[in-house]
């Protein structure tokens, strides 16, 4: 394997603002799981923030001492992760485990024992009392993403990073997190940040989203706006290739041809448009800028899903390839 | 649980029988004739022929099996060529000498190896990964009896620290030098045995999750990663231990430690079949109830593992 530095997250930038629920969403190797563990300083060894900042409350998590954002960690910013099952220690109790994140950050065993009771039963497991003592192999799938639910929000966080928490799961039960997600957001005022690839997931919780592709943001904006008027062509494949209930039968089911690219490598000017099919000339070399393209919503495109409208007839495009509305091939000169 | 048991106490038996039989097959082949020894240098060749009607060695090989295996399920391992006294006596009162060793070798192994695994584990690629495997691998290289008699030379008779050999009625100093040599091959082994284990385990998951919760580095790797380290060592540990109380010939004979291993090496020369037989079994009931507490110590340090 040839070597390479990889850059997984490559300039990426935004704010977070109190109780606000922001959806990050991308394809697998899209740089969002690593954008959220930036954010608390764990990037798994041999990754590493080479440069940039992280201000909470006037803060730079960044440089902070190891002690410093340890107190971070759990207590004013906390993450739960994709696979509870792997994500609980196995060998030791659950109701430990969520009583750690408290005793962690100076609670007493029994007030921790306490609240970690409480916090069960609020995230929705019964018997909370008697649960605490099994370990996670002995709960479902959905109580275990409840109790990691309930050691994120143990001490009352300001944000709480979801890392795809219901790709886990089957169907109901992610319905079920979801709407748990979403009252503890009303209820606690807890900011969220929900990673997924979904973005039904998006659709249900987040007010606020942000695309990802190849470790930069392609769109953001608020919800309603992307989904209804998505600017980046990657976005609007995206909602394109959601299957739909109502669709005929015979009509195909629809993806993004080609696949995400090499990030020890990446395609030169705009990292998307080997897929694109809205591409123009400026796409293969110049690499575009987050722009506002409608009130409160960014794109990074040259084109814009509104000129490929106008002027190459996206919405009447029926084979879908790189390069189907502009035209442009790899290897034409234009 | 219970069913489990009793199973593996089938087994054991099993497992039993068969090193019986081995023993006895191999004690069968070895030339010579014990009653020569019995009956010493000088004697006739009719006090010798007398002596081996005496212990019943002119009878039928499966006559003296049969004899053999039922006096060992009562306990009765045969009597001694050379001291004129009943085997499992015998070992029994060398026994407490190895069982202090083998507890003290073991103990030196985790208190040496853990650390150093631990370091190399959480350091990887680092210098002191570097300077942790050149250590491992020169202890498991050494050779026990070169280590033990390097540490004899050095530190019993350079730099006279320590005794040279014996067991000094259990004095502490005595204890020392043996247990150092014989649990320096194993800390090599566990360190690497650590490192690759905790390597395996750093990176899962939950340890991320332990971090993410504010955890401190400390208490992630004794809290979180070293109990699933556990199942791996504990094996091992158990093991080494049922080895080592099997008698360990070497240190023992380089130290002149009176243990068993010593006495089975003794007994080797001396043609002293029934005392050789009798260590050999004594030894391989040892492991295998070693081999059995491990896994029933399993059920306690893994809760998804349950009989």
């Known amino acids: ?334 | 649980m219970t069913r489990y048991i009793i199973r593996r106490l089938a087994w054991m038996v099993l497992v039993l029988f068969g090193v019986a039989v081995v023993t006895f097959i191999i004690a069968f082949l070895v030339p010579g004739d014990p009653a020569r020894l019995y009956a010493g240098s000088n004697a006739s060749p009719a006090s010798v022929a007398i002596i081996h009607h005496q212990l019943g060695l002119d009878r039928p090989v499966y006559v003296q099996f049969v004899d053999y295996m039922w006096r060992v399920l009562h306990l009765d391992f045969g009597y001694s060529y050379r001291y004129s006294a009943p085997v499992l006596p015998a070992i029994l009162q060398r026994f407490p000498a190895t069982a202090e060793l083998a507890v003290a070798g073991v103990f030196v192994e985790v208190i040496v190896g853990l650390p150093i695994g631990i370091l190399a584990a959480t350091r990887p690629g680092s210098i002191w990964d570097r300077i942790t495997m050149i250590f491992t691998f020169v202890t498991l290289a050494a050779p026990p009896f070169w280590l033990g008699l390097i540490f004899l030379y050095v530190f019993g008779a350079v730099i006279p620290i320590f005794p040279l050999g014996g067991y000094g009625n259990g004095a502490p100093q005595y204890l020392f030098l043996p247990a150092l040599t014989l649990g320096l091959g194993g800390a090599g082994y566990y360190a690497r045995l650590l490192r690759a284990v905790l390597l395996d385990i750093l990176p899962k998951d939950y340890i991320r999750t332990a971090n993410a919760k504010g955890v401190t580095p400390g208490t992630v790797m004794f809290r979180h990663a070293l109990p699933n380290a556990l199942t791996v060592l504990i094996t091992q540990l158990g093991m080494d231990l049922g080895y080592f109380l099997a008698g360990v010939v070497v240190i023992e004979t380089v130290f002149a430690w009176p243990g068993i291993g010593k006495q089975a090496v003794d007994a080797i020369f001396n043609l002293d079949i029934p005392l050789v037989m009798g260590t050999v079994l004594f030894g391989a009931l040892l492991i295998v109830a070693a081999n059995v507490a491990v896994d029933i110590a399993y059920t306690f340090i893994d809760p998804r593992v349950r009989y």
Request: aromatic letters at 4%; hydrophobic letters at 40%.
């Open chain 1, 1 to 334: 394997m040839p070597d390479g530095i990889i850059k997984a997250v490559d300039g990426v930038s935004f704010d977070l603002y109190p109780g606000e629920s922001l959806g990050i969403v991308g394809e697998s190797g899209s740089g969002k799981s690593v954008t959220a563990l930036s954010l608390l300083r764990l990037v798994p060894h041999p990754g590493r923030i080479v440069s940039g900042e992280v201000l909470f409350r006037n803060q730079d998590l960044l440089q902070m001492t190891d002690q410093e954002i340890r107190e971070i960690r759990g207590r004013d910013i906390a993450m739960i992760f994709q696979d509870p099952q792997s994500s609980l220690n196995p060998v030791l109790r659950t109701g430990f485990q969520v009583d750690e994140a408290m005793r962690a950050h100076g609670k007493s065993k029994a007030d921790a024992r306490a609240r970690t009771i409480e916090l069960l039963t609020k995230v929705r497991i019964p018997a909370a009392e008697s649960r605490v003592k099994d370990y996670p192999h002995q709960l479902s799938g959905g109580m275990r993403q409840r109790a990691m639910i309930a050691m994120g929000l143990a001490n009352a966080p300001s944000i709480l990073l979801a890392d795809e928490p219901t790709t886990a799961l089957d169907v109901t039960v992610q319905a079920q997190i979801l709407e748990l997600l979403a009252d503890l957001n009303r209820e606690l005022g807890t900011a969220i940040v929900m990673i997924t690839h979904n973005m039904g997931v998006v659709a249900g919780l987040c007010s606020r989203v942000m695309v990802m592709y190849a470790g930069q943001i392609v769109e953001e904006g608020p919800v309603e706006q992307i989904f209804e008027n998505p600017q980046h062509p990657y976005t609007w494949s995206l909602l394109k290739s959601i299957p739909r209930v109502d669709a005929l039968r015979h009509e195909r089911l629809r993806s993004i041809q080609g696949m995400a690219p090499d990030l020890a490598d990446p395609p030169a000017g705009c990292r998307f448009h080997p897929r694109c099919p809205f591409r123009i000339e400026e796409c293969f070399t110049k690499e575009p800028k987050l722009l506002d393209v409608a009130p409160n919503q960014r794109a990074a495109c040259w084109v814009t899903m509104d000129r490929a409208r106008r002027e190459m007839g996206a919405d009447t495009l029926i084979d879908i390839h790189p390069g189907a509305g502009s035209g442009v091939r790899p290897g034409e000169e234009i």
